[in-house]
């Protein structure tokens, strides 16, 4: 009666190993959960963060554009993004997206820089 | 005792504030009347001053010719070229154009002073009425419309020839483009700051290219200085394989550095051409001319 030898506390050991077994399969059924729900949450995630980031994309870059600011790339940018949205790739959507919206910001720190610092520009 | 000294303590903090706010107001009425002619003047001693010291043996009345008067390689070749200039059928065609008559019977002479001939070095100016820079080419327009006509598109074609047919008219004019009042010095101030700001996905501005290092190689190119930049439009660029003027070239220019050109005549490229075009006076009108 090897598997009623007390422990420590003197508790019965069976106890203890039906408890384990128990145990992982609980941890196996929580990773599963968690494995399946990272994974399709990542696609779910990038679905519904496109439209937004491509909203702020647009009128991050319509504000550099008004200044005189509009890099030539960044309206690429977002057509991709809106066409690989249409298509359904979700990813590539997502990447061009946050590419666009970079380079929007970055166009319209151009701008406000330009206009409080333009004169460190000259070379005199 | 206290409220002597209460009165005094007083007495100096109104007097503190009534001098700052003497000093506020002095520095206001600065601001609205600043002498801006004088600034101008500044600016085209300096701006002239930097070529002169950056290419010392460089004349300055050879600047009319680009890139041209500092690079003795690309020089030889233009001076080739020049043997049979390939914006002389630009302008033929202009010279056709400029003479033929509108629908109502009127020519581009009942628009332009002398008769069109020998203009080129007035623009562009500022009409104070408008309370905008005029070019020659929006002049050409102007006309135009006011005779009923369709305009004509800007960058290239028959405004281009008919823009290269006046510039010959006025060929040895000296530029003297003048800035006459404070809404006239609005303009040049917002030229002069498109000029000195960086833009474009590569961060550059046109001094960087044209001042910082002019004459020296990006790319397989060496830049040309920005004196004299005006003089010599339009112009035939073999790049193009045909005429075009100089809001084509500044839209050209934009690309390079990958920000997006402005629209040909808008009010942005017609400020930058009118601050150009100050800091090039004095020099000798040259257009049409061929570029690379």
């Known amino acids: 009666m090897a598997h009623l030898r007390g422990n420590k506390f003197n508790m019965p050991v069976m106890a203890k190993v039906s408890g384990e077994k128990a145990m992982n399969k609980c941890r196996l059924l929580f990773f599963m959960v968690l494995s399946i729900t990272l994974f399709s949450s ?21 504000k550099a554009a ?48 330009a206009e409080a610092h333009w004169r460190a520009g000259i070379p005199l | 005792m206290g409220l002597v000294r209460h009165k005094i303590k007083t007495g100096i903090m109104l007097l503190g504030l009534f001098v700052f706010s003497c000093m506020a107001s002095a520095d206001a009425g600065a ?15 300096d701006f002239q001053a930097y070529f002169k010291k950056r290419f010392s043996s460089v004349e ?42 509108f629908t109502n ?18 623009y562009p100016n500022f009409d104070s009425k408008k309370g905008e820079v005029i070019t020659l ?37 000296t530029f003297a483009v003048a800035v006459p009042n404070e809404a006239a010095f609005q303009a040049y101030k917002d030229g002069k700051k498109f ?53 084509r070239r500044y839209a050209g220019c934009n690309k390079n550095i990958r ?12 400020n930058l051409e009118y601050f150009q075009s100050v800091m090039s006076n004095g020099l000798e009108i040259n257009g049409p001319s061929s570029r690379k």
């Open chain 1, 42 to 62: 990542g696609s779910l995630y990038a679905g519904a963060a496109v439209e937004p980031i491509l909203e702020d994309a647009r009128t991050t870059l319509n």
């Open chain 1, 66 to 113: 008004a200044k005189g600011f509009e890099w030539t790339t960044t309206r690429k940018l977002i057509e991709g993004a809106e066409i690989a949205l249409a298509a359904g790739e979700k990813d590539k959507s997502l990447k061009l997206a946050k590419a666009a919206l970079n380079e929007a910001e970055k166009s319209l720190t151009q701008a406000n820089y």
């Open chain 2, 31 to 45: 601001e609205s009347g600043v002498d801006f002619k004088a600034m101008v003047q500044q600016d085209i001693r």
């Open chain 2, 60 to 101: 300055f009345s050879e600047y009319k010719n680009g890139v041209y008067a500092i690079d003795t390689a690309s020089r030889e070749q233009w001076l080739e070229m020049e043997d049979f200039p390939p914006y002389e059928f630009a302008v033929d065609e202009g010279e056709e154009l400029f003479t033929a008559p």
């Open chain 2, 105 to 122: 019977g009127k020519t581009y002479t009942d628009c332009f002073a002398n008769g069109g001939e020998g203009v080129r070095q007035n």
């Open chain 2, 137 to 173: 080419e929006l002049a050409i327009n102007n006309c135009r419309q006011a005779n009923g006509e369709k305009p004509l598109a800007y960058k290239k074609g028959p405004l281009a020839a008919l823009s290269a047919y006046m510039a010959s008219t006025s060929a040895g004019k």
């Open chain 2, 195 to 247: 000029f000195y700001a960086k833009r474009g996905q590569l961060n550059f501005s046109c001094a960087d290219c044209h001042m910082r290092v002019a004459g020296q190689k990006l790319r397989a190119d060496i830049t040309s200085p920005a004196l004299g930049h005006p003089t010599g439009f339009p112009v035939y660029r073999s790049k193009w394989e045909e005429m075009g003027t100089l809001h």
């Open chain 2, 259 to 270: 920000a997006k050109p402005l629209p040909a005549q808008g009010r942005a490229y017609r």
